[in-house]
Structures are given as structure tokens and as C-alpha cells.
Nanobody
């Protein structure tokens, strides 16, 4: 099991950028596909972005394509979500997650962080 801790959330205005980080410990990060998910109040947790073990490929939800970028540094044990041009509808708790297989579904991920709140005001 890999231990994940997110950081970088906050309250920002629409249009600005925010950078979320996920620090992994306990296992080798390169053994995992890494994903970011988010959950808004009253809604289901949804896929945001995922990146393959080496970082060679990534995938994004349609709602964030062109605005969010996922990256990883296996040597440092970190995964980053760069969020640009934030919108009020991006407001949610953001979770970092790890999977042994490629997946864009919450069911595909076994290890989760505690989440970090992102609030975007209009």
C-alpha cells in the first residue's frame, strides 16, 4: 500500500492558476499509475486526470482538457496537477490516487489520499 498526501489547495478567483501536489511514501511510485479525482458537494467523485507509470502518457476529463496538466517525478515520489484558468465549477475536494493498472475509474484505484479543498470564486 502506498501512502498519499495532497497539498496545494486553497481559495482562488476564477481565471487564476493553482498547483496541487501529491507526495507518495511507503512504496515505489513508479509501480503505480497515478490519478487525480475530485468530488464536489452532493456529487459523485469523478475522474480528472491520470498518468502512466513512466509519465509517457496521460488522459484527462473533457471538462479540464487544455486547462489542467498532470505530471510526475518518480525520483522525488511526487505527482502534480497544474490547474490553469480555473472556473467556479472546478470547486471540489481533489484526491490523489494510485493504481497498479491503467484506469480512469474510481473503482480502479486502491490507494487514496485524504484530499485537498479547491474553491474557485467567480
Amino acid at each position: 500500500q502506498v501512502h498519499l498526501v495532497e497539498s496545494g489547495g486553497g481559495l482562488v478567483q476564477a481565471g487564476v492558476s493553482l498547483r496541487l501536489s501529491c507526495a507518495a511514501s511507503g512504496r515505489t511510485l513508479s509501480d503505480y499509475v497515478m490519478g487525480w479525482f475530485r468530488q464536489a458537494p452532493g456529487k459523485e467523485r469523478e475522474f480528472v486526470a491520470a498518468i502512466t507509470w513512466s509519465g509517457s502518457m496521460s488522459d484527462y476529463a473533457d471538462s479540464v482538457v487544455g486547462r489542467f496538466t498532470i505530471s510526475r517525478d518518480n525520483a522525488k515520489g511526487t505527482v502534480t496537477l497544474q490547474m490553469d484558468n480555473l472556473k467556479p465549477e472546478d470547486t471540489a475536494v481533489y484526491y490523489c490516487a494510485a493504481s497498479s493498472m491503467w484506469s480512469t475509474s474510481t473503482q480502479g484505484y486502491n490507494d487514496w489520499g485524504q484530499g485537498t479543498q479547491v474553491t474557485v470564486s467567480s
